[in-house]
């Protein structure tokens, strides 16, 4: 496990992969996107001082111990898709949580929102173009890391339609740190964008080392190489839940 | 019609009008008299809750509805467990057929709800069970949270 705090000296340790690009707020404000509202209008915030009982009560219970999706699965590989692995971790994990079951979904099929080139993404136009086109099953392309759909099994775009974010919400509006850890104390994966980091991740789990509070990511680097993300390097710049997907 | 025959008749009228009530009759959740008739174990569960409502759900609830080992406890013993809100949609956009009456009848009965699905079809609802332990007795699996 990798671990993030206010000390940590961030350096180019993936080699410059950029797979995220920020979200321009001015263009792209919050709210703006469909099929969203804003995470503070739907939720109370639960306050900072109730965490720590609620972590102990939630254990064993978080978004990460629901999710039933692998390191091997999850791998980008050096693909600049890091917005498109991650949001498939959060729909796989909304799918755990309505107790669906387990699909290995192809995050390249939503190679389309870049034009199927190896380029960077914000979550909230990975998000977006999610919930119009869905994303497949594995199986549809037995050659794992192809952003050509051409070679990929006939009838994906269909099956695709199968696995959609329907619905979900934005966070930030208040406060992102606060809105954070209540969606994650509420079982919720966080679909998130860390501008430092240039990267999309999935963040399931609120920890509490009796000092300070940690966010956990397996990230989609491969095993061994989740995060434990601490002080300001836990706040995301873009925020995320899917709270419906498309039941099948 | 001698008594013997009587008998039989009134006997078999009670065990028809038993099985009817048993499979199709409404549901009544009052525990002092539920030993009156026979309930098996459903084979689906749905917890049905609007997802902006989690944060009014108590924390022992929102334990054992985001529990994996209940869950997998459920699974073991033959049933399927899902916790649903009820905007959920299948990929044409409409509500999916098999969940139209469940969430219809959780929606009735006012959010949140835990609905059973028997074998036959045949749907009960009841209130959402305070903890772990409530939810496996009601559910009717063993096992510990």
Known sequence: MITFGDDTIVQDIYGGLSGLIPRDYSVQPLGSLPYTSPFSEAVSIIPESEWPDRIKAMQGRFARHVYTGTPTEDFQNGLKFCWSFSLTQDVKCARDRAGLPHVDLLAESLGGAVNWRNKGNYCGAAIKYASEHGICDRSFSPKRYDLDPSTWKSGWEAEALNHKPLEWWELGQQNMRLETGTALLLGYSVYVGFNWASHAMSLQELQFDGSKFSVWTPNTHGSGQDWLLSGSRMIPDEAYVVRVCTWS | ?145
């Open chain 2, 1 to 145: 019609m001698n008594a013997k025959k009587r008998f039989a008749l009134v006997l078999c009228l009670v065990c028809l009008t038993g099985a009817w009530w048993t499979q199709w009759g409404p549901a009544i959740e009052v525990p002092f008299i539920s030993w009156l008739w026979p309930s098996s174990k459903p084979a689906k569960v749905f917890v049905v809750r609007e997802s902006s409502d989690a944060i009014k759900l108590t924390v022992p609830q929102l334990a054992w509805i985001n529990s994996p080992k209940l869950a997998a406890d459920c699974k073991v013993a033959g049933i399927e467990l899902h916790v649903i809100d009820p905007d959920v949609k299948d990929r044409d956009g409409k509500m999916p057929t098999e969940l139209a009456p469940v969430i219809e009848r959780a929606t009735k009965a006012g959010l949140p709800r835990m609905i059973f699905v028997g074998s036959s079809g045949r749907l009960t609802d009841f209130a959402l069970p305070s903890d772990d332990a409530s939810a496996r007795a009601q559910i009717g699996i063993g096992g510990t949270p």
